[in-house]
């Protein structure tokens, strides 16, 4: 059943009237387990984590103007190449134009001075959007199926729009297997988890879950929460993974802080 979106793993066995869903992991380092995740910029918001109309990141950066404002200080260097000022295409203009100054800024004082102007002001951009989604209320059951997603190591935009509204959720994960492939010195080493059992000793553990927004940083988390105890679970960053801060590829950096 590799492929399908409708389940929480990849393969899903039937025996004696019993489910068992496998998910495989493959990484290239040693003990890599799959669970960091590059996702969808808008995800928070896409997946319905806070309660009415929310803005989403790109929408925010629009009504900020981020692209305007990210051009004027690029164009504050004026030395670039012909190739790049001849380019028409207006975004794809503004990233050749980073990458330039990002090859230059070792030794060139004003294109360094360019690309910081524009990640300082992007970091501020970030904080401002934080504050804006910490002032929204939470759907504290979406946020924590979509921890749970993140855990299992459903990245996908497929498999979470499908996955994060099933009603049978938390029914199919009792009996979830992840079985990992890592490459060592030439061999493959290979384990299985009881992703299922995990999650359910997580579960048992905190009866509440929701989202922190750290004052002043340009990542949010998720925490478990039981009584007076809380503990973080997820550190989500807001993150441009392409050239530099602020410039092509933005997206939500997921790091898992229960391993």
């Known amino acids: 059943m590799g492929n399908r979106y409708d389940n929480t793993g990849d393969i899903l066995i039937i025996s004696k009237k019993n489910k068992f869903f496998i998910e495989t992991k493959m990484s290239d380092t040693k003990s890599g387990i799959g669970t960091k995740a ?11 984590l806070f309660m009415g109309k929310v803005k989403s990141w790109s929408r925010f950066r629009q009504e900020k103007n981020h692209d305007k404002w990210v051009n004027d200080f690029l164009n504050q260097f004026t030395n670039y190449p012909q190739n790049i000022l001849k380019i028409t295409d207006s975004t794809l ?7 330039y100054l990002r090859k230059l800024a070792n030794k060139n004082k004003k294109a360094r001075d360019v690309l910081n102007n524009i990640h300082g002001k992007d ?10 989604l ?13 921890f749970i997603l993140i855990i299992l ?5 497929e498999e979470l729009e499908n996955l994060i509204k099933k009603d049978n959720f938390f029914q199919e994960i009792q009996n979830l297997f992840v079985y990992y492939g890592n490459a060592s010195k ?31 940083l340009t990542h949010c988390k998720i925490i478990g929460i ?5 503990k ?17 590829t933005p997206c939500l950096n997921i790091f898992d802080l229960t391993a």
């Open 232 to 248: 973080p679970l997820l550190q989500i960053v807001f993150h441009w993974k392409n050239i530099a801060q602020g410039i092509k």
């Open 186 to 216: 030439g061999r493959i080493i290979s384990r299985r988890e009881d992703v299922g059992e995990r999650i359910k000793k997580i579960l048992e553990k905190y009866s509440d879950f929701k989202i922190i927004f750290p004052k002043g």
């Open 123 to 132: 970091k501020k951009e970030k904080i401002k959007y934080l504050v804006y």
């Open 93 to 99: 203009q503004k990233e050749e134009k980073a990458r």
């Open 226 to 230: 039981k009584g007076e105890v809380s």
């Open 38 to 48: 590059n996702i969808s910029q808008d995800a928070l918001t896409e997946y319905h």
């Open 153 to 157: 190591g459903i990245h996908r935009k």
């Open 134 to 146: 910490n002032n929204k209320r939470q759907q504290k059951k979406m946020v924590k199926r979509f």
